[in-house]
């Protein structure tokens, strides 16, 4: 029961003076109960540690044995002087030629096969993310006011609304469909649905084609991401109609991923890649809007209402070796977490009809505590890869410490003790942060966690007030805002983190080959300078 309570926040909400009933005219307060983000590097699972570390030896075995043998060899030659040295050579290349010139077969054909068998790393060359048009433009106040109009609403659910709105992190710039707030008429058609992506993805992909001077033909690999619409022919089919791609290109239409998505699809193309070298992958991630928006009066499901908002993005990655000169960056990890095994998890984002039929997106009140634990199964995998030597000495002596020698409380201590484990400090592993805008509160409580500065977490509270919550594509959103401001250099490390319905937890880190100049086509350009706020 105190591990329960641990888990909980009050607030007192002011409701204004009743204006019925047996109170009318005096104030009326509420208590709102909430479930908090978990505490969750105060009890990281050892099993994930022992997976980050299995990631990290198993591909890096060669690595270490390799200091070995050069210290034996050095050592041996190091024995003799040089002209020992050259008369032991001269002398077993005379008696042995044959021996000898069988090694140099053997080493050559070792180079050789380790060269050619080994992942080729993958860039990314360029990206390019869609800025909506004006005319989509709506801020708070119109929100209320157009989703009052449309009849669609009673005024406790607009009032829910206009006050999550008010605290969710979003700006009055943000953008989405005004098909949404049509008075009667159903938004989620194949029809509108086809228009509000199609418009998003062909404008993120001219952009992406122009930047880079590719020609859609040259793609070899296209994995389209989109979690609520998925239209006969897919997303994917439609950006190969449209550019007339080629007819053997390996094309991958991702659905009902959720946020993290745009992550998994860089996955999936990375391997398309190293099944198939020598080529280009594009990578588009977006949302329709109009399919996540909520008619009805259940609560749960209107909260999607107030955070999703119109984006898109488009990547272009390759492994061919002479594209290093021009990419920006090179991935280097990418760590996968799936929670769908536990029922809670599964349900925690979940789309179904209320009770008067009416489709939407469910968000569980438990969604915070569950993203906690993916979200603490992640970080302890990806810990052992990125971490310096230092932090993983720390962390895992003290893992142990806790795990060999449990602290023993009492049942009337607190949850935490003076036992703590040591919790890594991540940014000495990255420079740059991309967290999934997904609302003020989650970024809270990562930037306590994750103990973050704000400058950390910049980016992401930048997104999320301009642009909102645009699924999984706002951690492309967040790296453009970096780009803009010019913080990326040579050898920077760049975190993206994010998670979705499942449930998922997706980390991927990217490393800056060049320093990355301050772009000429961004969707910052016109808003860069008013970031951060309050500057």
Known sequence: MAKEHALLSTEIVNRGVESSGPDAGSLTFSVRVRRRLPDFLQSVNLKYVKLGYHYMISHGIYLMTLPVLVVIFGAEIGSLTKEELWQKVWDEASYDLATVLAFFAVLVFTISLYITSRPRPVYLIDFACYLPPEENKVSKEEF???????????????AFQSRILQSSGLGDETYMPRSVFAPGVNC????????????????????????CRVRPKD???????CSLFNPTPSLSAMIVNHYK??????????????????????????????????????????????????GGKRRSMLIPNCFFRS?????????????FRRAKYSLEHIVRTHKGADERSFRSVYQEEDEERIK?????????????????ANITTLGPLVLPFSEQLLFFAAL????????????????ASTSAPYIPDYKRAFE?????????????????????????????????????????????????????????????RVWQLAFGSGFKCNSAVWRAVRRVRKPTRSPWLGSIDRYPMGN
Request: glycine share 8%; proline share 2%.
């Open 144 to 158: 209320i006011t157009l989703a009052r109009k449309s009849g669609k609403f009673d005024e406790a659910s607009l």
């Open 188 to 211: 989620a058609t194949m029809k509108e649905g086809r228009a509000e992506t199609s418009q998003a993805m062909f404008a993120a992909l001219d952009e992406l084609f122009e930047k």
């Open 219 to 225: 793609v070899s690999v296209l994995v389209v991401n």
């Open 245 to 294: 791609m080629r007819g053997n290109i390996l094309s991958y239409n991702l659905g009902g991923m959720g946020c993290s998505a745009g992550i998994i699809a860089v996955d999936l193309a990375r391997d398309m890649l190293q099944a198939n070298p020598g080529g280009y992958a594009v990578v588009v991630s977006t949302e329709a809007v109009s399919f996540t928006w909520y």
């Open 311 to 323: 984006g898109c993005s488009a990547a272009l990655l390759s492994n061919r070796r002479r594209d």
């Open 360 to 376: 939407g997106l469910s968000i569980s009140r438990d969604l915070l505590e569950v993203g906690g634990h993916a979200l603490k």
């Open 400 to 415: 142990l410490y806790r795990h060999f020698f449990p602290s023993k409380q009492s049942a009337a201590s607190p949850p």
């Open 432 to 492: 740059h942060f991309c967290m999934h805008a997904a609302s003020r509160e989650v970024l809270d409580h990562l930037q306590r966690n994750l103990d973050l500065t704000d400058a950390n977490l910049e980016a992401s509270r930048a997104v999320l007030h301009r642009f909102g919550n645009t699924s999984s594509s706002s951690i492309w959103y967040e790296l453009a805002y970096l780009e803009s401001k010019g913080k990326v250099r040579a050898g920077d």
